[in-house]
């Protein structure tokens, strides 16, 4: 079957780095995507990765191994406007989203 | 300018009720979707529309039609409204149909349908 595990919540300090992690298991592979989603708001795009290595953008980076099913995303220089859940979806075979239940990310002073 | 629109923003109604949500998107997308987001906080995907042609449907039930007016437009209508239908529910569209990897979504801000 299809599945998408990420941590379902993590902790950090502002300032701070965080990386969060996400393994998948698609039929096929299209790319991974980062979506980061404030409470009671509408999921926005942060990153797609398709090939293996690392994204950066801003504070922001993605990394990613196919040979592992593996991605993680980075936050560095943490700001208290971070706290949101982190969502990572695979697109299989058939260019449909898996979606993981995302990881609450909680910053604190 | 709200790229992705999605009207009412909270909804409650009773168990047996008929409700619809409206969705328009002013980017020009050629695909639409409508995800279902229940209190696990799984998206997952209930139709997608391309150029007003349904091309995924993910098993929902019957009570749940998607109507396509045109490919700016794709509204919600479900029938006979279930206690298990509360949950938010995201119009989102993409420029491309569904065979472009980039695949980037723009949601709507979201619609909370409580059933009661």
């Known amino acids: 079957g299809q599945n998408i595990d990420q941590p379902t919540e993590m902790t950090a300090t502002e300032g701070a780095i965080v990386q969060i992690n996400c393994t998948y298991q698609t039929s096929g592979f299209n790319g991974l995507f980062w979506y980061q989603q404030h409470a009671g708001e509408a999921p926005t795009f942060l990153s797609y990765?398709?090939l293996d290595g690392l994204e950066e953008k801003g504070r922001f980076s993605s990394f990613l191994s196919r040979s592992k099913g593996y991605s993680y995303l980075l936050l560095k220089e943490l700001q208290m406007k971070d706290s949101a859940s982190y969502l990572c979806a695979s697109m299989d075979s058939n260019y449909q989203l898996i979606w993981g239940a995302g990881t609450k990310l909680i910053i604190k002073p | 300018d709200t790229a992705v629109s999605q009207t009412p923003k909270y909804l409650v109604t009773q168990m047996g009720n008929d409700k619809s949500i409206k969705c328009e998107q002013n980017l020009g997308h050629d695909t639409m979707y409508w995800y279902k987001q229940d209190s696990k906080k799984f998206l997952k995907i209930m139709f997608s529309?391309?150029?007003?042609?349904?091309?995924i449907n993910e098993t929902v039930p019957n009570r749940f039609s998607p109507k396509s007016p045109d490919k700016a437009h794709l509204n919600l209508h479900i029938n006979s409204l279930e206690l298990g239908d509360s949950a938010v529910y995201f119009c989102?569209?993409?420029?491309?149909?569904?065979?472009?990897?980039?695949?980037?979504?723009?949601f709507g801000e979201g619609s909370r349908l409580t059933v009661l």
């Open positions: 529309y391309n150029n007003k042609e349904l091309i």
């Open positions: 989102a569209s993409s420029r491309p149909g569904s065979g472009d990897p980039t695949g980037e979504l723009f």
């Open positions: 990765n398709v």
